[in-house]
């Protein structure tokens, strides 16, 4: 199967932040904001796929920064690895006062979706091709991020999680 790399599905989303969607402090309210991240993602892993995907799961978003009315939202997603049916995006958003030009970092998190066709079946996707050493942590991250979420959702005995139990185990000899 071919190989894609993380560049291929790389995408950006821009929004603004206005009344509708801020809470009673006049901040963005996070079910808007993880709506806007769920579009960014989904388009990251059907760019790497070439098929339709649906959202599988969404790992711990913790809102670092409140975003302001008014403020600019980029939203920047890309797919770190392919497994059999399903890739993880990782998302990273930004917060920018446009008329002070201030930025600053809001959130990051990463979403799972399986890859679908026509009929609703599962297909398979293809792998990912790391280009940096940043793309090639993060890809070492995704399985044992992936074999905690089938932890977390009840898919995964712990004892099964090879590479998540060989992290604490290195970190074990070291102390």
């Not at 939202?73 to 446009?98: H, M, P």
């Amino acid at each position: 199967m071919l190989k894609k790399t993380s560049a291929e599905s790389y995408t950006i989303m821009n929004e603004l932040v206005l009344p509708n969607d801020t809470n009673t402090f006049g901040n963005l309210m996070g079910g808007r904001l993880l709506y806007w991240m769920d579009i960014c993602a989904a388009m990251a892993a059907q760019k790497h796929c070439g098929h339709v995907v649906v959202t599988a799961s969404v790992d711990n978003v913790s809102f670092k920064h409140p975003i302001k009315l008014g403020d600019a939202v980029k939203i920047e997603g890309k797919v770190t690895r392919g497994f059999n049916t399903s890739v993880e995006v990782r998302l990273d958003v930004w917060a920018q006062d446009l008329p002070s030009g201030t930025k600053i970092k809001s959130n990051e998190a990463y979403y799972t979706f399986v890859a679908i066709d026509k009929a609703g079946n599962t297909i398979n996707v293809p792998e990912l091709a790391p280009e940096t050493e940043h793309e090639q942590k993060l890809y070492d991250g995704a399985l044992r991020r992936r074999q905690l979420r089938l932890i977390l959702g009840g898919k995964m005995q712990p004892d099964d999680a090879t590479e998540l139990k060989a992290l604490f185990m290195e970190s074990q000899k070291e102390a």
